[in-house]
């Protein structure tokens, strides 16, 4: 049992992260006992399993996943909607409304228009055929004010922080609402736009410095140093 | 100007291609490289870039993806489409060169697509492609394998799962001597050319091409030179992955241990 790194060091493709009995975890692979990174990212040792927590990553969608979409395309019957991922996602009308609508007589246009920005569910996703999105659960829907900042998806879990502690830091100081989606794109809404431009630097700084050992302490800080007048 | 710029501009045979004291055309010796740079990043738009420098050789990679594929009966169910063009800029060489991708960048573009598909976990994207974009600025012999070393690092930091980055320069046999990274004059007045790529952590090669004759002992020893080569700079492209983040690292740190 040779271990290669150490606990959150920068590991590149192909680097040997270790030999022995380890189990390979997220973004490695192994030849044998040898245990490889196959992304540019933070190698670490967790239960005698290896991951590595990637820089960059592409976004692909997952049943269950809360995502901020685009509606680039309406239909007679669904929606086309941009998921920042190479799969454009559809949202179908039976998928959109609590009562079934008649859609010969009504316009989809009415309810989510080309450039609307949504909160929206994945419903299904098997990788052969495009994702499914719902906006029947309870917080989604067309996002009508506030605004849609975009960042890597590898940065999303650390915008949200360990079981949410980031994001109620944030959310408390500020007085702002946040939604964070999977696919990287985050809704930040305040009555103050000057906490929203606020809110916006700092998820830049978090996504910019995610890497860096202290976030949290460096996020402290500048929320305290700030001053936001009405 | 020197007259050794001019000497290359009249493109003539230089009298010998390895003097009596074992020196090439450029001062190097027999397994030596050509100084190596690489830097990360270098294009906003791109997902994902690489800039190296080989000797003379200026090359630049881009990559954007995984995205949807455009049109969509092209695309493969089980996995990614890795377009790649390689295309050398009009004033890359001292001829001008017509734009227009020629029968040689055609080909290229497929061997270096062969050499750096082995490496990519194309089967996490189906149906979705991957471009790739080689463009040489300035050519000086080995393009192809410079152009596949910063392919790969381009595709690294875009973030695209790899088994491992992909390593390559070329061998070759002057005046009946093995040596390593040709550079143009020796690629075209020598007597053969062999690039190699590589995925150095794993040992397998991905590239192998070769012109003129050799002995089986000469091929070995020249794969020999090649891995020599290769290892080297696989070190660098290495290092000039981890660098643009180990910078902002420092700076960041140095900002908050002020305050």
């Avoid at chain 2, 000497?7 to 004291?21: A, G």
């Avoid at chain 2, 027999?30 to 090359?59: H, M, T």
């Avoid at chain 2, 750096?116 to 600025?137: H, K, N, S, W």
Wanted: net charge positive; aromatic share 6%; proline share 6%.
């Amino acid at each position: 049992m040779v271990l290669y790194f150490s606990q959150r060091e920068i590991v590149v493709p192909g680097q040997l992260l270790a030999k022995g009995p380890y189990k390979p975890g997220n973004n490695v692979f192994n030849v044998g006992q040898n245990i490889y990174s196959t992304v540019v990212g933070l190698a670490e040792l967790k239960n005698n399993t290896i991951n590595v927590i990637p820089l960059k990553r592409t976004y692909v969608p997952s049943p269950g996943d809360l995502v901020i979409g685009k509606i680039i395309n309406v239909g007679v019957t669904s929606w086309q909607v941009d998921i920042a991922s190479p799969y454009t996602a559809i949202l179908q009308a039976s998928d959109a409304f609590l009562k079934p609508i008649d859609v010969t007589k009504e316009d989809l246009r009415k309810y989510f228009d080309v450039g609307d920005y949504i909160i929206a569910k994945v419903l299904t996703f098997d990788r052969t055929r495009d994702p499914l999105l719902t906006v029947k659960e309870a917080g989604c829907g067309r996002i009508d004010k506030g605004v849609v900042v975009e960042i890597n998806p590898s940065k999303v879990p650390r915008i949200i922080g360990r079981k949410g502690s980031m994001i109620s830091l944030i959310k408390s100081k500020l007085n702002v609402e946040i939604v964070v989606g999977k696919n990287g794109r985050i809704w930040v809404y305040s009555k103050n736009p000057k906490a929203e431009e606020f809110t916006v630097r700092i998820i830049k700084k978090i996504e910019r410095e995610a890497h860096i050992s202290g976030l949290t302490n460096r996020i402290k800080k500048m929320l305290e140093e700030v001053r936001l007048s009405e | 100007m020197s007259s050794s710029r001019i000497s290359i501009r009249k493109e003539q045979r230089p009298p010998k291609l390895i003097d009596e004291e074992g020196r090439r055309v450029d001062g190097r010796r027999p397994d030596e490289l050509r100084p190596v740079k690489i830097e990360v990043g270098v294009l906003k738009n791109a997902d994902g870039s690489a800039y190296i420098e080989l000797g003379r050789n200026k090359i630049i990679a881009a990559v954007y993806g995984p995205k949807e594929l455009h049109p969509k009966h092209l695309a493969l169910p089980d996995r990614a489409v890795l377009y790649c063009r390689y295309h050398m800029v009009p004033f890359s060489v001292m001829e001008r060169k017509s734009p227009a991708p020629s029968r040689r960048e055609i080909e290229l573009s497929k061997v270096i697509r062969e050499a750096l598909e082995p490496a990519l976990f194309l089967e996490y994207f189906p149906r979705t492609e991957i471009d790739l974009f080689i463009e040489v600025l300035q050519a000086d012999g080995g393009t192809r394998t410079a152009g596949i070393t910063a392919a790969s690092v381009a595709l690294a930091d875009a973030g695209i799962p790899m088994r491992d980055l992909v390593a390559a320069i070329a061998v070759g046999k002057v005046e009946g001597q093995i040596v390593l990274d040709l550079c143009d004059i020796e690629d075209k007045y020598g007597e053969g050319d062999m690039p190699v790529a590589m995925m150095p952590s794993l040992g397998q090669i991905t590239l192998l091409q070769a012109d003129g004759v050799y002995t089986p002992e000469e091929v070995k020893k020249a794969l020999e030179l090649a891995k020599k080569g290769i290892m080297k700079i696989y070190e660098v492209q290495r290092e000039a992955l981890k660098k643009k983040y180990i910078e902002l690292k420092k700076e960041v740190e140095e900002e908050y241990g002020k305050k």
